[in-house]
């Protein structure tokens, strides 16, 4: 499959509203691994195409804005054409065919899931490892689906497909990672991705951020999956990644972005949105007999999911002998600023505030996260409290904080003696306490900055400081 990136250029050229020629020498920035090199490279501008107006209000008559990097129109619809003939594998769509859950997924539901085929390089060589009775480390990073919820431990899809492994390569020890949060989406991934998945050095990871992942922070959590994946593409160990796109009942899904970066990096999509939203549409089950609710699958939608992904994994076992394990996936462009491939968490295991006067730690878990700072008011002054004050290196600067249905308080992140953000955490008549995440602030370079967070005073208020979030 050719990559994305590259061919959003091609198709513009075809659509002629782009192209190269010329020797100008132009100085190029590249930036891979993390690292930010400048060498010089022979560069062509593009050719002038029809002005047009991006989102940033500049006009411009080249393919792509130079301020926001957007594309113009006709090299959007270029790209769009592009990935419409990469999904789904290329094959051909079989006809509808009645589904009973209990009879298995259908050869049409297969071809839906496959949204996004990827290279397969590096699964075979996870395989072959397994095969040849070698220890392989399968990590699972996600929220409340990967946890387990409406499902439960011995029923989840990552214990089930994990079992899966287990049968097909019975002389390897398989070492099970199961790293799921509820109400987390890829920023809080990311930046958990050293602490929950990579310190046990995976050798295969799949990832489940699509119905976390919400369009009220679409620019966000593009750069945030985009850095996940290469964050853990990046790795010392070379791991398989292997992306799921879930669905809420209404369609509600960020599988369609997610998979424009998929389909960049050619790496695998496994889509139960796909699969599942076709055969309820097509009135073969209702909603009702994958989940107890409007977005976790329960036992018959874990087995269901389990077996969609174990299904594409015995197509790669199938051709094992005929990947080619030379040519992987390439990532060295990446799909947006790459904000957060260096992302981690300060948590109160890892971080001990310079100043924390009036304010508990406690090793308690709160959210399916680690310890908290916390403080508590009875009378609104929070008298006897300093603001929690750490000093940290960063270029950009986040919080994860606990949202609560029970008296949560007000608080700003002051960075470098400016309030950078207000935070409220009150989620009265809410689902129940979670941990949240905000972004505060981003600076042109890496330094080293000093974070306070200042309770408001004047209500009776409980604020929980899970983590201050660094890239």
């Not at 051909?92 to 390089?121: C, F, H, W």
């Not at 029970?406 to 306490?433: E, L, P, R």
Request: hydrophobic letters at 35%; proline letters at 3%.
């Amino acid at each position: 499959m050719k990559k994305f990136l590259t061919l959003l250029c091609t198709a513009a050229v075809l659509l002629s509203v782009a192209g190269c020629n010329g020797n100008t020498t132009a100085d190029t920035t590249t930036t891979t691994a993390g690292e930010q090199t400048t060498t010089t490279a022979s560069a062509a501008p593009e050719e002038t195409v029809e002005a047009w107006m991006c989102e940033c209000g500049e006009v411009n008559n080249v393919a792509k804005c130079p301020v926001c990097g957007e594309l113009s129109p006709a090299a959007q619809d270029a790209a769009a054409a592009e990935k419409e003939s990469v999904l789904f594998g290329g094959a051909e769509i079989p006809e509808d065919s009645k589904y009973v859950i209990e009879e298995g997924i259908t050869d049409r539901m297969t071809v839906l899931s496959t949204y996004v085929k990827g290279n397969q390089a590096r699964l075979a060589k996870v395989f072959k490892k397994a095969q040849s009775g070698e220890k392989i480390t399968v990590a699972y990073l996600g929220g409340s689906i990967t946890q387990g919820s409406s499902a439960g431990d011995k029923d989840c899809y990552a214990r089930l497909t994990t079992n899966w492994l287990e049968e097909k390569f019975p002389d390897a020890e398989i070492e099970y990672v199961r790293a799921g949060i509820g109400a987390t989406g890829s920023y809080i991934g990311v930046h958990r991705a050293n602490r929950d998945v990579l310190s046990k050095n995976p050798d295969l990871i799949f990832i489940d951020f699509s119905v976390n992942d919400t369009h009220e922070h679409t620019e966000r959590n593009i750069n945030s999956y985009d850095s996940l994946l290469r964050k853990l593409w990046n790795h010392d160990t070379n791991p398989a990644v292997v992306t799921i796109a879930m669905t809420q009942e209404d369609g509600t899904s960020f599988q369609e972005q997610h998979s424009d970066i998929c389909v960049a990096y050619d790496i695998p999509m496994i889509s139960y949105r796909e699969a599942i939203l076709d055969v309820i549409n097509n009135g073969h089950i209702i909603w009702d007999d994958i989940s107890d609710d409007n977005i976790h699958p329960n036992v018959p939608g874990h087995k269901v999911l389990t077996e969609i992904i174990t299904t594409y994994l015995q197509g790669v076992l199938d051709n094992l002998d005929t990947i080619d394990t030379e040519n992987e996936s390439d990532l060295s462009v990446p799909f947006t600023e790459n904000k957060y491939e260096e992302a981690d968490i300060l948590t109160p295991e890892t971080i001990t505030p310079v100043d924390s006067t009036g304010w508990t730690t406690e090793s308690a878990i709160f959210g399916n996260f680690g310890g908290i700072w916390t403080v508590r008011s009875n009378d609104g002054t929070f008298e006897g409290v300093n603001p929690l004050k750490f000093e940290v290196e960063a270029k950009n600067i986040g919080i994860f904080y606990g949202k609560l249905t029970t008296k949560g308080g007000t608080f700003d992140v002051v960075v470098d003696g400016q309030v950078a953000k207000t935070i409220n955490s009150d989620f009265t008549g809410g689902w129940g306490n979670y941990v949240e995440a905000e972004e505060v602030i981003s600076f042109p370079e890496t330094g080293k900055h000093t974070v306070e967070i200042v309770p408001h005073t004047g209500e009776k208020a409980l604020i929980n400081i899970s983590a201050i979030a660094v890239s």
